[in-house]
């Protein structure tokens, strides 16, 4: 019986020394599962990201210059793409040229768009170091050599020296060669002959020039002339024509005739070729910044006063690709997705969306840049850190 009651109670040591490991070991297994899952990335769609979302956050929009607008259905004008063309009102040009030959030499200010005062420098012209050497000294020479003639003569025709016919013909080659001599030629000085804005330059510093050639084109006047070019089968919209839009092929910003104080104008003046099949309507337009230039050809939008319901975003926000449209829609607070639509007519600053968005989806209107290249790169520039 001794023995007995000296085993029972090993026995239950031994139970509970074996309960104490397996517990262990169930905590040791559970703590690797814990530790696994903490170290599982979660995926893409755990977020709730649709696939090809574009992800920017509301910081980093921010700071790059994303903006976005919702869209509506609205009254839209019907419009009309055309080319054109801005040039100078005919009674107020006037032209810079050159006095004689040589090497051209202009001032920085001699810009289409710089107003110069009358009597203005903008420049010069040598006649040194040319073939054939400067015809104005040339000439210069010659008057010197005539009047020093006639001067000779005058005291020995009053003397009877010399025949009356002897002393007029020296005095006739004495006029002929200061008609022949030019002193703003031999000075080389280009100036402007009146108070105006230029509207073309025609030749570079370092060219060579005869006498008569053209250097600039001025206007007296701040306006200018838009000039598009309608096509004959939209000749009975004529009458609706309201305003027009245009942007130069080097700008992507539009402007409007009407918001430049421009309105429709007769053609009277305006001496231009019209191309066959082609109606040209003209616009006055401001020019008081100097923004445009004379000689300038355009992309251009004819607004007619007929109105219609669509869709139209700013033309800014669509991005081609291959021939095909695009925007981005905001789908979330830092989600934006690239969607494909079709467009219709385009007024210039707005464009018609026929299929590809619904009115109160939100769009991206500026920043477009950032948005593609965080679409193109997978990340938003400049370092951006995407936590969650």
Known sequence: MKIIRFLIPLYSLFLISCAGNVSEEHDHEHHHHGHDHEHTAPSEHEHGHADGAIIIEPDDAQRLGIATETIEDQPINKAISVTGQIISIPSGQAVISAAGPGIVTLSDILTPGHKLSAGQSVGHISAQNISGGDPNAAARVAVNAA????????????????????YNSALAAYEAAKAAYSPKAASGALTSPIT??????????????????????????????????????????????????????????????????????????INMPVAAGYIPVYFTISNSDGKFAAGTFVEASVILSDTQNAIAVPTAALSEQYGNFFVYVKT??????????????TSGALTEITSGLKPGQEIVVEGMAAVKLSESSGAVPEGHSHNH
Request: net charge neutral.
């Open 196 to 269: 105006g804005i230029v509207t073309s330059v025609l030749v570079n510093t370092g060219q060579f020039v005869e006498a008569g050639t053209v250097i600039a084109t001025l206007s007296k006047s701040d306006k200018l002339i838009l000039r598009v070019d309608l096509p004959e089968k939209f000749r009975s919209s004529l009458g609706k024509i309201t305003d027009a839009e245009f942007r130069s092929q080097q700008s992507a910003d539009w402007y409007s005739a009407k918001s430049l104080g421009g309105s429709l104008t007769e053609s009277a003046g």
């Open 147 to 166: 009047k020093q003639e006639v001067e000779r003569l005058t005291p020995l025709v009053k003397e009877g020296i010399v025949t009356q016919r002897e």
């Open 332 to 345: 979330g607070d830092h989600e934006y997705m690239k969607q494909k639509v079709t467009v219709g007519q």
